[in-house]
């Protein structure tokens, strides 16, 4: 007996349907597994921990500004630099040495009793989530001054040169009338005898200078890598600015309002930033029959009814003298929120590597001395203000006969480094 082997067409296609359905159900179950035995997990597992780092760094890099910022409003600092004052001298002469310019500076008599004692042991403070996310948040405050202040001065520049602009067309209409053309023509000659004398000079003096560029070039485009490559790291770090799409004049309002939003979220009178301002609307994907009908899962974002911000915009448009696409500019600050937030959850979180602890040197101040009343009141303002490491802890006052009050004060200094 004879057997025909021949396939026909229509059996070889679905043969070849099986079998890649075949080769998709081993990929799916058996892919995995797979790619973990031949991949080395420590070898990821060391790039994942070497970026890690890297991104701490930066954090580090970035974070410097607003370190300075915090040492000068809480005292820590007396020059522009935001330098600590207790880097270069030690902890207790520093300490001394504060204590007495306060004294001075309150008008105290200098016949003062002052003890320091360092404290025994250290007490950690906590880093908590949230400290690192206003770490963040304070990054994002100093962006948005640093975007009102060019904003601006862009608008102030185009004011001053609209009004220079109508002067000089006042000027030359006058100078028509009065006939000093002639003049001008005369003027404009002696300009261009002297520009061309000016030519000479300058190409003799670009020879000279061409075969001086020729021998730093080198240099310079090794430097170029380098500052570029550490500009794209960088660039990653950077908050987005507000959409130009939306005027000038409109951007600087609605950066005051984010400017308040945000010191309230830092003072702890709200706990999210723009979290209440809009909400997100997911749909789940649908496979289909066989992809047919497939759809992918999409993220939609709407602000609330009561929106600060939307009431700010609507108004800010409304009143705009240019009419504007009310519509487009809701969806571009919309597309800027939600890139906020991104970006400052983004960051906190590559500050995970930041110790989640921090134990700062403390000492305790007494101070024994005679003054008025109001001399008192100065120098715990100036303790509360000027001074915020430094903190009161106990007060006796008594009376004396001759008008005046014997002060005893304890306080707590505490050193950060």
């Known amino acids: 007996m004879n057997l025909n082997l021949q396939l026909t067409n229509t059996t070889k296609l679905l043969i070849g349907i099986l079998g890649v359905v075949l080769i998709i159900a081993v990929?799916?179950?058996?892919?995995?597994d797979m790619y973990k035995l031949v991949s080395n997990p420590e070898f990821e597992?060391?790039?994942?921990?070497?970026?890690?780092?890297?991104?701490?760094?930066?954090?580090?890099?970035?974070?410097?500004?607003?370190?300075?910022?915090?040492?000068?409003?809480?005292?820590?600092?007396?020059?522009?630099?935001g330098t600590n004052i207790f880097?270069?001298?030690?902890?207790?002469?520093?300490?001394?040495?504060?204590?007495?310019?306060?004294?001075?500076?309150?008008?105290?008599?200098?016949?003062?009793?002052?003890?320091?004692?360092?404290?025994?042991?250290?007490?950690?403070?906590?880093?908590?989530?949230?400290?690192?996310r206003n770490l963040i948040v304070l990054l994002y405050q100093n962006k948005l001054e640093a975007e009102r202040e060019i904003l601006t001065s862009e608008?102030?520049?185009?004011?001053?040169?609209?009004?220079?602009?109508?002067?000089?067309?006042?000027?030359?209409?006058?100078?028509?009338?009065?006939?000093?053309?002639?003049?001008?023509?005369?003027?404009?000659?002696?300009?261009?005898?002297?520009?061309?004398h000016d030519v000479q000079d300058n190409v003799e003096q670009e020879e000279n200078e061409e075969s001086e560029a020729t021998q730093t070039s080198d240099a310079t485009e090794k430097e170029?890598?380098?500052?570029?490559?550490q500009e794209d790291d960088a660039?990653?770090?950077?908050?987005?600015?507000?959409?130009?799409?939306?005027?000038?004049?409109?951007?600087?309002?609605?950066?005051?309002?984010?400017?308040?939003?945000?010191?309230?979220?830092l003072v702890g009178a709200d706990t999210g930033l723009f979290e209440s301002e809009y909400f997100k609307t997911e749909t789940v994907a649908t496979p289909g029959f066989f992809g047919i009908g497939a759809k992918k899962p999409t993220v939609t974002y709407n602000f609330r009814p009561n929106s600060d911000i939307l009431m700010k915009l609507t108004n800010l448009i409304d009143n705009d003298v240019?009419?504007?696409?009310?519509?487009?500019?809701?969806?571009?600050l919309l597309v800027y929120l939600e890139q906020i937030q991104y970006q400052i959850t983004d960051l906190t979180q590559k500050l995970q590597l930041a110790p989640t602890t921090y134990s700062p040197d403390s000492y305790?101040?007494?101070?024994?001395?005679?003054?008025?009343?109001?001399?008192?009141?100065?120098?715990?303002?100036l303790i509360e203000t000027k001074t915020k490491w430094l903190m009161v802890r106990d007060l006796k006052v008594s009376t004396d006969r001759d008008n005046k009050i014997n002060v005893d004060v304890l306080m707590i200094a505490r050193v950060y480094q």
């Open 322 to 332: 240019v009419e504007l696409n009310r519509d487009q500019l809701t969806s571009d």
């Open 364 to 381: 305790t101040i007494k101070v024994k001395f005679k003054t008025e009343l109001d001399k008192l009141v100065k120098l715990n303002r």
């Open 235 to 265: 660039s990653k770090w950077e908050f987005a600015s507000l959409p130009e799409s939306i005027p000038s004049s409109i951007r600087i309002e609605l950066i005051e309002l984010l400017l308040t939003k945000v010191e309230q979220h």
């Open 155 to 196: 608008m102030e520049a185009e004011i001053a040169d609209e009004s220079y602009t109508e002067e000089d067309m006042m000027d030359t209409l006058m100078n028509a009338w009065l006939g000093e053309e002639d003049l001008e023509e005369a003027e404009e000659t002696e300009d261009t005898e002297e520009a061309e």
């Open 27 to 32: 990929a799916t179950q058996w892919g995995p």
């Open 87 to 132: 880097t270069d001298d030690f902890p207790n002469t520093v300490v001394r040495k504060k204590i007495n310019g306060i004294i001075r500076e309150a008008g105290i008599p200098r016949n003062y009793q002052l003890n320091i004692e360092p404290v025994p042991g250290k007490k950690s403070e906590p880093l908590t989530t949230q400290a690192r």
């Open 45 to 81: 597992s060391k790039q994942i921990n070497l970026q890690s780092t890297k991104d701490l760094v930066m954090a580090s890099e970035l974070l410097k500004p607003i370190q300075s910022g915090l040492y000068q409003k809480v005292g820590l600092a007396d020059n522009s630099e």
């Open 224 to 229: 170029q890598m380098g500052s570029d490559a």
